[in-house]
């Protein structure tokens, strides 16, 4: 029994139609919930970082980051700092490579200049980046005229 009338075809059609579209979306995302897992951190942002004391923290030893954190006057940075530098064995590393070691292998957080931590975390899937930038400043080239 196949609907004679033009509009009862085009009310037939849509409803098939609509019913398609939904049912790929419902498998769509059920297999997408199925395999991925999520990745939950106990850590959102810098806050949450400086105010728990499971995971240690820390930075290069030196360079732009370093000053950062050494000329804060934000508080959480300050404070920050003040743990980073009562914790110096524990917080400072001496090269980029040694703190991603440190992050793969110890209960530790590498903060680190955003371009840094995304090409390390876009190149290891053990490695994530948390939370938004700290600081952003901006640089410009002078040319002759």
Do not use: H
Request: hydrophobic share 40%; proline share 3%.
């Amino acid at each position: 029994m196949a609907p004679r009338a033009n509009s009862t075809r085009i009310v037939s059609g849509s409803w098939w139609f609509f019913t398609l579209i939904m049912i790929s979306s419902y498998t769509a995302n059920l297999a997408a919930f199925l395999t991925v897992k999520r990745m939950k951190s106990p850590i959102e942002n810098v806050e949450d970082l400086s105010k728990q004391k499971e995971i240690n923290y820390g930075i290069l030893e030196s360079g732009s980051t370093f000053r950062f954190f050494q000329k804060a006057t934000i508080p959480t940075y300050k404070s920050m700092y003040e743990y980073m530098s009562a914790n110096a064995a524990k917080s400072f590393v001496k090269s980029t490579q040694q703190g991603i070691e440190r992050v793969l292998n110890e209960n530790y957080a590498f903060i680190l200049e955003s371009t840094m931590n995304e090409y390390y975390a876009e190149r290891n899937c053990q490695l994530m980046q948390v939370g938004g930038l700290l600081d952003s400043k901006g640089y410009g080239i002078g040319m002759p005229a």
